[in-house]
């Protein structure tokens, strides 16, 4: 649960709330684009970060999220934040 | 070796591990006097694991596997005590998946949701704002646990409550520091260790300078690394030349993502929202000072211990562990998991008896996982 995964900024969905759209091998969530926030959020559209429990704690380069996911997909800790992701959806929507 | 062909540059690999061996044997390293080098974070235990790490170095290079593993390091009582709260009328407890299997005195929170407590698995300390908002007639806990990585963000999640006034948000807040117990094990005069491998997810938030201690007031190197295997081949060669060298500095492999200052956004609301509390305790290492965070009164009324009068700050009964249970002596690298007279038998994956068989990244389960055969075979 320490390690981030990476994903990439395609959208921002609440600026108020500093929210973003963020894809990760083809999973959409939304995110907290609050720790890498630095200038103006549509500047992160297209950016690489790595994503921490629903935050955007870092941007990376595209290398280093394809270097990282895969090193992720083997510990299969990629698969361990996706199925988690869909579990926080369903959480959400009255899943007990 | 079967996991040394899965790497994605073997060549890189094996140039590596020939660096680290012509080190080792410049130092003196040999299976008989060791050099022992702990990683801290359980994401790199899990890694060295996965690729069969400690056995391609060369023989005189010992991991210690550290305390870098949130939830193996969390008491039995604060397991209790988010029952306790989940238990209540009225109340949705939400938690990390991570937590769920991890045994409390009587039970495990999976069981306590077996058994009617309306307990879910969250992603997110977003997603129990977002069950907050929803349900404004329940009172929405968060279990708040992990290092300076997810510490952040239910620092950012109780910001935001705060902005929107979700008087049923509560954190219950048991997040840690990683400094703190690596002190602990220094003091330690059992302890004999040459040198860290350090957190990569942990340091993206604190940075590098957390460490200066261990170099300056303890003379030991450590390297700040990245968890692809060949960033922590690439460390472990860096802590032996600094030993090679008669160096102790705080180095960072991982300067493609790890910043020597850390994240400002990050550090400015773990300093908003908390406060280190005197002591906490960590399970097998006992009570730290300043170990532990906890909620500042400015934020009071989104801090599930005040709320329900409940957790360290209430009550402090320490609990034993369960009859047989070494997880305490396996943490402080005082015996290896496979010398544990209930690892594989009493203690598997399946039905954990200690902590440290719980998740993937803490050292029992890693062994159970994928050196178990391994030993054995030997």
Redesign the interface.
């Given at each position: 649960?320490?390690?981030?995964i990476p994903a990439q900024i395609v959208a921002v969905t609440d600026p108020d709330?500093m929210m973003a759209m963020a894809e990760v091998s083809g999973v959409r969530?939304?995110?907290?684009v609050?720790?890498?926030?630095g200038g103006a959020l549509e500047d992160l559209v297209g950016k690489w970060t790595?994503i921490?429990?629903?935050?955007a704690?870092?941007l990376?380069?595209e290398d280093?999220a394809a270097?990282?996911l895969?090193?992720l997909r083997?510990?299969?800790?990629a698969q361990?934040?996706l199925?988690?992701?869909a579990?926080?959806?369903a959480?959400?929507e009255g899943?007990? | 070796m079967k996991y040394a062909e899965e790497f994605r540059d073997p060549k890189a690999a094996k140039a590596l591990l020939a660096q680290i061996a012509a080190v080792a044997d410049q130092i003196g390293a040999r299976r008989d006097k060791p050099v022992r080098i702990m990683e801290i974070c359980g994401g790199h235990t899990h890694a060295i694991f996965r690729y069969g790490l400690d056995k391609l170095v060369h023989e005189g290079i010992e991991f210690i596997h550290g305390p870098g593993c949130p939830v193996c390091v969390l008491p039995m009582r604060r397991i209790d005590e988010c029952i306790e709260i989940a238990e209540r009328e009225n109340v949705i407890f939400t938690t990390f998946g991570d937590a769920m299997r991890v045994p409390g005195t009587k039970k495990s929170l999976l069981q306590a949701k077996a058994g009617g407590a309306d307990i879910r698995m969250v992603y997110s300390p977003l997603d129990a704002l977002e069950l907050a908002r929803r349900n404004p007639d329940r009172e929405v806990v968060f279990f708040g646990l992990g290092f300076e990585a997810t510490t952040p963000p239910t620092a950012l999640s109780i910001q935001q409550a705060a902005r929107e006034g979700l008087g049923n948000f509560s954190v219950f807040c048991n997040h840690i520091t990683v400094p703190p117990p690596i002190r602990a094990l220094l003091d330690d005069p059992h302890m004999v260790l040459d040198g860290f491998v350090g957190p990569g997810h942990v340091s993206m938030v604190i940075g590098t300078h957390p460490y200066d201690f261990i170099s300056r007031d303890y003379g030991k190197p450590i390297v700040v690394a990245g968890f692809e295997p060949l960033d922590l081949l690439q460390s472990v060669l860096m802590v032996l030349q600094q030993i090679r060298d008669g160096r102790a500095e705080v180095e960072n492999q991982y300067a493609r993502v790890v910043p020597e200052h850390g994240n400002p956004v990050s550090l400015a609301a773990i300093a908003d929202v908390y406060e280190s509390r005197p002591s906490f305790e960590w399970r097998g290492l006992g009570e730290i000072d300043e170990s532990g965070l906890r909620i500042r009164e400015a934020f009071r009324e989104y801090d599930a211990e005040r709320k329900f009068r409940i957790g360290y700050g209430a009550r402090r009964v320490p609990v034993a562990e369960p009859e047989g249970c070494a997880c305490g002596a396996v943490m402080s690298g005082r015996m290896k998991p496979v010398d544990c007279p209930q690892f594989g038998r009493g203690c598997t994956p399946e039905m954990p008896l200690g902590a440290l068989m719980v998740s993937s990244e803490g050292a029992c389960a890693a062994y159970f996982q994928y050196g178990g055969a391994r030993a054995v075979a030997e």
């Open positions: 649960m320490c390690l981030g709330r969530r939304e995110v907290s609050a720790p890498v926030a790595l921490h429990v629903g935050f704690m870092a990376i380069d280093e270097a990282t895969e090193a083997d510990l299969g800790e361990e934040a199925d988690a992701m579990a926080g959806d959480a959400i899943g007990r | -």
